[in-house]
Structures are given as structure tokens and as C-alpha cells.
């Protein structure tokens, strides 16, 4: 007879994320995990099969946690404005309670960019796809510039948006402030 779970799978699954989030994948040891999530090894691989099953759902439950600010930026009318919006809400999200500093998308794209990882390598670039989509979409709303341009900015945006994550890891709000502004001023 199987034992019965004791404990929330996404309870844990939050924070093995939370670790994640803070060390990067690597870093991260099982030995840590287990005192993080408050269970043993046998009670991880018996729920998510290995360490890379685990970081594979706390990337999903990422996702799901910042959903609400691309919902919002996917269903604004405001062209480049609403890309501001959204880089100031994807700031904001790191100061609420129980989230750390930065992105952990970024992170794990940093952090894998050299990796032949095919299902974390698979999220991230669909994640950073319609990213770039969106970024896209938005700035065809108010603007007459070429497809060329367009797309050059779109680069600018994702290539800006992860300096922000990695800068909201260690510098001031007023900082940040400032590099966003800079960021719309030379779009």
C-alpha cells in the first residue's frame, strides 16, 4: 500500500522555488532542497523524479505567479506605455513578501544559455518568445517605424529587460528608476 503524501505539493514546490530563485539551479543541493521544502530526498524523487523534475514544476509555478503581470500587459491598449508599465511591474513583484530579488527566468536563461537542457532550454525560449511578441505587438500600436526597426527594438526590450531582472537583484529603487527611464527615453 502506498504511503499517503504529508505534505502540500505546492507548498513545497513554492519553496524549492523560492531556493531556486535565490541560488540558481547549481548552487542549489539536495541537501538544501530537503531543508528548504521540510522533506527528505526519498519524498522529492518520489514527487518530481530528480532535482531537474523539481526546478522543471518550480519554473511552471513561476509562471503562474507572475501571470498576473502578463495578463495585464497582454490585454493593455497603451503601445510603448504599457512596456514601461511592465517593466515597473515585473520590479514590483520582487518586493512583495515571499518573492526574491530578480527573475528567476533570467536567471535560469543566464544560467543555461550554454546548456543543451532541452525541456528548461524549451520553456525559457518560449517564455522569451512571446515575450519579444509582445513587446512587438506593443510597439507596432504607436508607431510608424519600419518592420526592421520594430524588430531592433523588440531585441533592445529583451536584452533591457534582462539587465533590469539582474539590476533589481542589487540596486536602489531610484537606480532602477532611473535605468528604466533611460530605457523609454532612448526607445
Sequence with gaps: MARKKEYNEDVVV????????RNGYEAT??????????????????????KHGLFLECLKSYEKKVNSIFEQFKNSNNGVDDIKDFFYNSVRICNVDGNEK?????????EF????????NEQINSFMDNLKELFIEKLKMNSEKDEETVLKQ????????????????????????????MIFRNL
Excluded at 113 to 120: G, V, Y
Excluded at 166 to 180: C, H, P
Aim: charged share 25%; net charge negative.
Design 14 to 21: 513554492e519553496k524549492a522555488m523560492n531556493l531556486f530563485w
Design 29 to 50: 543541493s539536495m541537501q538544501m532542497l530537503e531543508k528548504e521544502m521540510g522533506i527528505n530526498k526519498f519524498s522529492i524523487y518520489s514527487s518530481f523524479g530528480n
Design 102 to 110: 530578480g527573475c528567476l527566468l533570467t536567471n535560469t536563461y543566464n
Design 113 to 120: 544559455s550554454d546548456k543543451e537542457d532541452e525541456p528548461i
Design 154 to 181: 523588440a531585441n533592445y526590450l529583451l536584452i533591457a529587460k534582462h539587465g533590469l531582472a539582474a539590476a533589481s537583484r542589487v540596486n536602489s529603487n531610484q537606480e532602477i528608476e532611473d535605468y528604466i527611464e
